[in-house]
């Protein structure tokens, strides 16, 4: 879309609308569906041979059999792959397969060598109009001798339901990798940065082939975990208003009264970091995680990656030859870029990407990389319950557009009148008529026609004024009621109580990452880091599916209709679950 189109308001929405039913959750359904035929790590090609990377064989199976995970089901199990034991899944009984147990369980004072490889593919469309800078598809392939994990980062808003990655994405590109090279679906995680670029129709098979590259190329690494810290570049556009209600900041409508705002909410100053290192101890790549929706564009306009791409950009060219570093969307559901609604200088996201890019440099310095073990990685599916209040919220708000259409008030002015007038009353409210002598002049005299032609005038602003308020209110009720009937009209055509999508986590070493579709809310990302037990706990949204905006319970009841709840799928009690699971997916990578 064009530099113009920046604004992820309603624009998301009229996209999705064509591209997806209920929200694009039937594909990350045929994702599943397609995923649990695949998802036993170590399944054994159909040809009989040993997968790549089993290099021991024990009691007639390969290093993985022991190990089978679970396919995913409804009710929520899940699998792990790679760890020692399985800390889920497959219960295997019998003293043979208890002695073949403990023998693994004995085994991990010598982990594999950890290998990775990386690659990145250029997914610009360069037909879809002028470009500033190319967006990537990358691949970080890592592989321990019995596990390997695939992170994808694409310079996309989505993966599925909204843009140009189709619903069937993930599917595809899961399906090909298990055929091509053996890995499983649950070992693949693809991240979004949800920057607002065009990417090529072709990103699935762009995808594989950076996949692919990077699993050819693989060299022994050494990792460690860190956290680095960058507070300039973003702010949370979720305001909280006197009346107790919430309203949130877009380009698509105005920003509330000054007088009205009460507070401003939280934001995730944390860079999370994964550093990898050559075996000379060279670096390799970084990933870093990072919470903020990169919406802020480039002065010339253009296809843009936005902040990610220049933050990556900076880290590449000073990091080391060769390094590639990989943006993770965190939990930026209410986080905008800072001073997002400034009129008065272009936008420019290269200065925010070049802050970032620094500040995770300069925490990636201090990291001391390591033997990496575990390497983890998990998948859980999660049946979460849709919005079964779109009517309530729908009536309320055309209640509240009939009182404010009722409040409009007849006013002598046109804007061009109103706008000297205001200033005028602004400027000099005892005596905004004419000069201070002149109503001395008139009182002297016994005439008041200035301060009678003030007090009409004076009733005109006002009244002129608040139907400016009401318009914009109505502006901001009009998006967020689009977005609720069209998300009820899916979830009554979708004919299902639940939204059944997949959390992934994965570890390597200390670094520890859980994963879920949708844009989470900050709040919810601080809250899982805040009770996560590993030292280096990070959470990444936009990850595997799309599922639209995920507000806490409470932002989900706000009675301002802000968009993070209007365009969004769930009940509030799905947060209840969201916890549950990622505390559930938090033990399985971090058991002993
Ligand atoms: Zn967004």
């Known amino acids: 879309m064009s530099n113009g189109e920046l604004s992820d308001g309603p624009q998301d929405g009229a996209r999705s609308a064509s591209r997806t039913q209920a929200g694009g959750l039937p594909a990350i359904s045929r994702g599943l569906r397609s995923a649990r035929r695949d998802d036993t790590p170590g399944q054994r090609p159909r040809d009989g041979s040993i997968p790549e990377g089993c290099q021991r064989r024990s009691l007639g199976g390969c290093f993985w059999h022991p190990f089978r995970v679970r396919p995913a089901s409804h009710t929520g199990s899940g699998g792990v792959a790679g760890a020692h034991p399985p800390a889920n899944g497959w219960q295997p009984s019998g003293l043979l397969v208890a002695l073949v147990l403990a023998l693994f369980t004995s085994t991990p004072a010598h982990a594999a060598q950890l290998l990775a490889g990386v ?24 592989k321990d001798g019995s596990t390997t994990v695939v992170l994808v980062t694409v310079d ?29 679906a649950a070992s693949v995680l693809v991240n979004a940065s949800h920057c607002h670029s065009i990417v090529r129709a072709d990103t699935d098979a762009l995808t594989v082939q950076a996949v692919k590259e990077a699993a050819k190329n693989l060299v022994p690494v050494r990792a460690g975990a860190g956290r680095g810290r960058e507070d300039r570049i973003m702010e949370n556009r979720r305001l909280k208003l006197k009346d107790g209600s919430e309203l ?33 101890g060279r670096p390799f790549a970084l990933v870093y995680n990072f919470a903020c929706h990169p919406i802020h564009g480039v002065p010339a306009g253009g296809n843009t990656a936005d902040f990610p791409g220049f933050a990556s950009k900076v880290i590449e060219e000073n990091f080391g030859e060769g390094v590639m570093a990989f943006f993770v969307q965190g939990c930026a559901g209410d986080i905008n870029p800072s001073l997002y609604k400034a009129t008065q200088h272009p936008h420019d996201a290269e200065a925010y990407g070049n802050l970032l890019g620094l500040s995770a440099l300069r925490a990636a310095r201090g990291i001391k990389t390591g033997e990496a073990s575990p390497l983890r ?35 002598s002015l046109n804007f061009k009148a109103f706008l000297p007038l205001f200033l005028q009353h602004k400027l000099s409210p005892d005596f905004p008529g004419y000069h201070n002598y002149g109503y001395l ?11 009678k032609l003030d007090a009409e005038n004076r009733a005109n602003v006002e009244a002129y004024l608040q139907n400016i308020q009401a318009m914009e209110r109505l502006t901001h009720l009009q998006v967020n009621l689009a977005l609720l009937k069209r998300h009820h009209a899916e979830a009554v055509a979708a004919g299902t109580p639940t939204l059944d999508v ?86 399985k990578l971090l058991a002993p």
Not at 130 to 137: G, T
């Open 441 to 451: 002049h008139e009182k002297s005299q016994g005439r008041d026609a200035l301060a």
């Open 248 to 280: 949130d900041l877009r380009r698509a409508y105005a920003t509330p009264r000054d007088e009205d705002v009460a507070s401003v909410g939280p934001v995730d100053a944390e860079i999370g970091l994964l550093r990898l290192d050559r075996a000379d």
């Open 156 to 184: 996309a808003v989505a993966i599925g339901g909204i843009g140009r990655i189709g619903n069937d994405y993930l599917g595809k590109v899961r399906a090909e990798l298990q055929r091509e090279l053996a890995i499983p």
């Open 377 to 411: 990685v998990v998948r859980e599916a999660v049946s979460l319950p849709r919005a079964a209040d779109y009517q309530k919220r729908i009536a309320a708000i055309e209640s509240e557009q009939a009182r404010l259409l009722k409040s409009f008030r007849g006013t």
């Open 502 to 587: 997949e959390m992934s986590g994965m570890r390597i070493g200390d670094f520890v990452m859980v994963t879920f579709p949708g844009e989470l809310t900050v709040e919810l990302g601080l809250a899982v880091k805040k009770r996560a037990p590993g030292k280096f706990t990070f959470v990444a949204g936009y990850t595997n599916g799309y599922l639209f905006y995920l507000p806490t319970e409470a932002q989900r009841k706000n009675t301002g209709y802000a968009q993070e709840d209007c365009d969004c799928l769930v009940a509030p009690e799905w947060r209840k679950i969201f916890d549950e699971r990622t505390d559930s997916v938090l033990k």
């Open 119 to 142: 690659a990145k593919v250029d997914i610009t469309d360069r037909a879809a109009g002028p470009v500033n800078d190319p967006s990537y598809v990358k691949a970080l392939v890592l």
